[in-house]
């Protein structure tokens, strides 16, 4: 009888000790702590993520700050500071927000975007929910695997069934799998909650899918065929008379002439443009897309200066457009480099505006990017949302300030301009590869850190290199002759050659990846012979 007595004791204790952890909680979780909000504030949750930026539920509405809104749901929204106004470039036109309509709000000078007008004009899956205020949005479906709830079950803060409840989860939900696991995932819901249910709650359902909202899909204009483009440096006047001369017999079918550039702050456009140039140009055969460079102004104007302003991109927009009518030429094509990280989204904004008015009148737009890992901030796959083309200056690999000797173009440096482009998201369809007819010559003194250079045109670049006794050789991985020579006084002469077979290296590189076209700086510095080749490979 003792024995059976201890054993039941034991039992019991046992038991006791075994029940807390097979019983099931159901407490529930406190969801302002889960969204981390308080009184006037709601969540924000975006691909699952509940970020660290609130919302201001003011008026029935939700309200984000313009940072967060476009680092997070839609980056084409523009805050327009000069005006105090909320720019949106779609489609169907150019929406303003102002402070008071509804859509806008102006706290302590910062603007806010409500949750309406940022659902209404983004392609984005958006709710709002309630009992905790919360925006839940999703801007990515690539590769989101999602699971079928199989059975009525409970979404809890962590593994186990003594962990809080955060939601109840229905026969047939679909949820999206954030983690697996053998008896418990981590998954999200489509109301903002991410937790932890039994694995045998859960089948494969696929991926997620999302179908772009009408409205938000730009319309292009393009060339038929590939483009080989020739820039045209023109600068006291059109450049009509040599546009013949500098084309005859080269297979370019754009021109490009540099016709304009901003003159002051208030956007006052200096214009070459000349009807007579376009109409030899068609007479040709040729499109004439005006080529706006702020590379030569030389009065310390920058982008920046004149960007700022709604009213003033506005102003450029209409010179230009006026320009093109007046000329008859076929697009435009900017070649603006003083943008720096912080204009960026007014220099996207002013490509959209252009774009917006351009097309109206069925001129196709080209925007010309670098080609450097240092100006990703310029956000080329937003351009390519709404210009026609993009051109890759694949150039400059080592400019005129360089702090060492080098290539002007080497065959690695393309390939990772177009590479990078690509990766970005770039369709290869949008892409004109920018090539050089010229190079530089570089010399450099005994002890002197920085060398000087000299720009050579095709032409000139053996003459250079035999005056210095340079004798080259082919270099494979560069895609390049190179060479160079030292003084007995100990200055060096080097020289990386664009010639022929140079050119018909990048030109295999435009075919490997089927881009779009090719682009050339600037007619009148090539060899003759480049033709021939630049023509074999865009046929």
């Known amino acids: 009888m003792l024995i059976l007595f201890a054993a039941a004791a034991l039992l019991t204790v046992g038991l006791v000790k075994l029940y807390p952890q097979m019983q099931e909680s159901s407490a529930t979780a406190d969801l302002n702590s889960y969204f981390g909000v308080s009184d006037g504030e709601a969540a924000l949750v975006v691909n699952n993520e509940i970020l660290d930026a609130r919302g201001v539920v003011k008026d029935d509405d939700i309200y984000v700050d313009y940072d967060t809104v476009t680092k997070y749901f839609n980056d084409m929204f523009c805050w327009d500071k000069d005006s105090q106004q909320m720019l949106l470039t779609l489609p169907k036109g150019t929406e303003i927000y102002k402070d008071g309509d509804g859509s806008l709000l102006l706290i302590d000078g910062k603007p806010y975007l409500s949750a309406s007008c940022i659902k209404e004009d983004s392609d984005i899956d958006m709710e709002v929910y309630d009992s905790p205020e919360r925006i839940v949005a999703r801007t990515v479906w690539d590769n989101v695997p999602t699971e079928t709830v199989t059975q009525d079950t409970k979404l809890r803060t962590a593994e186990g069934k003594r962990s809080e409840i955060l939601t109840s989860l229905s026969r047939g939900d679909t949820v999206i799998l954030t983690q697996n696991a053998d ?60 546009l013949t001369q500098l084309t005859n017999g080269t297979g370019v079918n754009v021109v490009s002439p540099t016709w304009f550039r901003v003159t002051d702050r208030k956007g006052t456009v200096a214009s070459i443009a000349d009807s007579n140039y376009t109409a030899l140009a068609h007479q040709a055969g040729i499109s004439v897309w005006g080529c706006y460079q702020d590379v030569n102004d030389g009065d310390g104007i920058s982008a920046g200066d004149y960007l700022s302003s709604y009213s003033t991109r506005q102003h450029i927009i209409t010179q230009l457009m006026d320009a093109a009518e007046s000329s008859g030429m076929d697009g435009i094509n900017l070649d603006i480099e003083t943008i720096t990280e912080e204009t960026t989204p007014l220099y996207l904004q002013f490509i959209r505006e252009l774009c917006e008015a351009a097309h109206k009148k069925n001129l196709i737009v080209s925007v010309d990017n670098y080609a450097s890992v240092y100006t990703k901030y310029l956000n080329r796959a937003e351009q390519a949302k709404t210009a026609d083309y993009l051109v890759i200056m694949g150039y400059d690999e080592h400019t005129a300030g360089s702090t060492e000797a080098g290539s002007v173009s080497s065959l690695p440096f393309v390939e990772e301009a ?25 010399t450099q003194a005994a002890g002197e850190e920085v060398p000087s250079s000299e720009t050579l045109a095709m032409g000139d670049q053996q003459s250079w290199a035999d005056m210095y006794g340079i004798h080259t050789d082919w270099d494979a991985k560069l895609g390049q002759y190179t060479g160079s020579s030292s003084t007995e006084d100990g200055v060096t002469h080097s020289i990386w050659i664009e010639d022929d077979r140079s050119i018909e290296e990048k030109m295999k590189l435009i075919r490997q990846y089927d881009l779009a076209g090719v682009a050339t700086w600037r007619l009148g510095l090539e060899d003759s012979g480049v033709w021939s080749i630049i023509r074999k490979y865009m046929e």
Request: hydrophobic fraction near 30%.
């Open 183 to 242: 008896k418990w995932c981590c998954v999200s819901t489509s109301d903002g909650f991410t937790g932890y249910v039994e694995k045998e709650s859960l089948e494969s359902g696929g991926e997620l899918t999302h179908t772009s909202a009408p409205g938000f899909s730009y319309s292009k204009i393009t060339m038929k065929g590939k483009v080989i483009l020739g820039w045209q440096y023109a600068e006291s006047d059109s450049g009509a008379s040599q």
């Open 418 to 442: 177009i590479t990078d482009l690509i990766g970005e998201g770039v369709d290869p369809s949008q892409i004109i590869e920018g090539i050089p007819f010229y190079s530089r010559g570089w």
